[in-house]
């Protein structure tokens, strides 16, 4: 099947934003393996940092995850935090994106995620055995890093300029929303 991402399409911020636009499912018809192998480490969180601003866009946290295959590096789950669009508390960018990758080895994988993890998703990372994560911002929110590591997950701090700016400017618009997310609807009733 010749798809429009192929070895000799080009990275561009269009394909990538084609690729986090695109249900998970549907990917192979947009992109061959060879273009998949060829998504850097940034272009991937360049994708988790266009999900996230979805997010941003739609009224929720801006908070976007991407999961991909290490031996074929083929994007395998995505997501974005609906705490606000689904009036659900615990699915953020990281569990958004496991739940659309489903059930696999998550062990041959890593999750690219735009913002450090909670201890929520990094705890349900390391139980589910994710070998790798590459977290985009650690200057808005870090945390979870010593704790991933001590778990046995490798940890890499890729920072995305558009992802730090990004969750800087929700978090002084909305202030009570990022503390929601981050401690629950309690936290903001709190003194």
Not at 15 to 34: F, K, Q, T, V
Not at 162 to 176: S, V
Request: charged share 25%.
């Amino acid at each position: 099947m010749e798809t429009l991402l192929n070895a000799g399409a080009p990275v561009t911020e269009a394909a990538l934003a084609a690729i986090a636009h695109m249900p998970s499912a549907s990917l192979p018809a947009l992109m061959d393996d060879e273009f998949a192998r060829r998504l850097s480490d940034a272009d991937l969180m360049r994708i988790a940092v266009l999900l996230a601003r979805k997010s941003h866009d739609e009224g929720g946290c801006p908070i976007g995850a991407v999961i991909i295959d290490n031996a074929t590096r083929r994007i395998v789950g995505k997501g974005h935090n609906t705490l606000v669009q689904e009036n659900h508390p615990y699915n953020h960018g990281e569990t958004s994106a496991m739940r659309d990758a489903g059930r696999l080895d998550f062990g041959r994988t890593t999750l690219f995620t735009s913002l450090s993890p909670c201890e929520v998703c990094a705890t349900l990372l390391h139980m589910r055995g994710v070998s790798r994560v590459v977290v985009g911002d650690v200057t808005n929110a870090s945390g979870t890093e010593p704790l991933l590591r001590a778990k046995g997950v490798e940890v890499e701090i890729l920072e995305d300029p558009q992802g730090i700016e990004l969750y800087a400017r929700f978090r002084a618009g909305n202030p009570e929303l990022d503390l929601e997310d981050w401690k629950g609807l309690s936290a903001t009733h709190r003194p």
